[in-house]
């Protein structure tokens, strides 16, 4: 049991007497450097968020235009066959 | 210099204040960073961008501390974060590999870490010591580091970590508490 206690002991002042670690000595380079690039990244978001945004808004108009245009055309297109199809039916019983 | 005029000079973007912050301020911060990281890569890259954090609110500092105490602040904070991110990383990857998805899981078994400020006939001994600081509750480790790696009385941690010096006494003896009980079960296990 004692030497055990010691151990413990031991083990707790281990970090007794130690130095401080020391930083890289390129610490601010490092630094500025991180920041520069951070800054650059930040300048290039906002023209790729506008890029996104004028794709989007492209994409929607024209699903929109399609849906309007294309598919009112397209039920008219198919009563007017119908229609076609019925009279062609009638004048030929 | 007076710090004010430091402050008002860092806010004001001048390179030369920039420099002298890091040359003041490059060891400590490294040195707690370390000691709750334990990992010297990670530490580098927290210690950096604890500064960059540093330059980037400098115009928000009210002054209600002094410039050392709100920078251990952010050391500590950017340190426990990104402690927080990792133990999540690693949760995800046991349950990727639980569902048998690609990937690799972190290795259990956490290698010794050696302070290189540590005096080399207590490497293997602070080894064993600060993985068991590992094991410490957030609070009690912030206050153990600061304490006995950085060498802060009882009074700056408390100012550090917004508590009284009560509180910051009750978490070093609950610490030095849970240490003895985790080395006495590593030292249980270890020599049999």
């Given amino acids: ?93 | 210099m007076s710090e004010a005029s430091f402050i008002s000079q860092l806010r004001e973007g001048d390179q030369s204040a920039y420099k002298e912050l890091v040359k003041q301020f490059g060891n400590k911060v490294h040195n707690t960073v370390i000691g709750i990281l334990q990992n010297e890569e990670d530490a580098e890259d927290i210690t950096q961008e604890v500064f960059i954090e540093v330059f980037r609110s400098v115009h928000g500092f009210k002054g209600e501390s002094t410039l050392s105490t709100w920078i251990y602040r952010i050391s500590v904070v950017k340190s426990l974060e990104f402690l927080r991110k990792k133990k999540r990383k690693k949760r995800f990857a046991i349950v990727q590999s639980l569902f048998g998805m690609e990937s690799v899981l972190p290795a259990l078994d956490k290698p010794h870490f050696y302070h290189p400020g540590v005096q080399l006939e207590n490497k293997e001994l602070s080894a064993i010591l600060f993985t068991a600081i590992d094991q410490l509750a957030e609070t009690q480790k912030t206050a153990f580091v600061l304490h006995k790696v950085e060498g802060l009385s009882y009074a700056e941690i408390a100012d550090i970590m917004k508590t009284s010096v009560p509180s910051v006494e009750s978490l070093m003896f609950r610490a030095k508490q849970n240490l003895q009980k985790l080395l006495a079960d590593y030292y249980n296990k270890h020599e049999k």
Avoid: C, W
């Fill in chain 1, 1 to 93: 049991m004692e030497p055990k206690k010691n151990h413990i002991q031991q083990t707790m002042e281990s970090l007794d007497g130690m130095t401080q670690a020391t930083a890289n000595p390129f610490l601010y380079d490092k630094v500025m450097n991180r920041m520069r690039n951070a800054g650059q990244s930040q300048m290039v978001k906002p023209a790729t968020l506008r890029v996104a945004f004028a794709i989007a808004v492209i994409v929607i108009g024209v699903n929109v235009f399609s849906l309007l245009h294309f598919n009112g055309s397209s039920s008219a297109g198919q009563s007017n066959a119908f229609q076609k199809e019925y009279f062609s039916y009638i004048t030929n019983f």
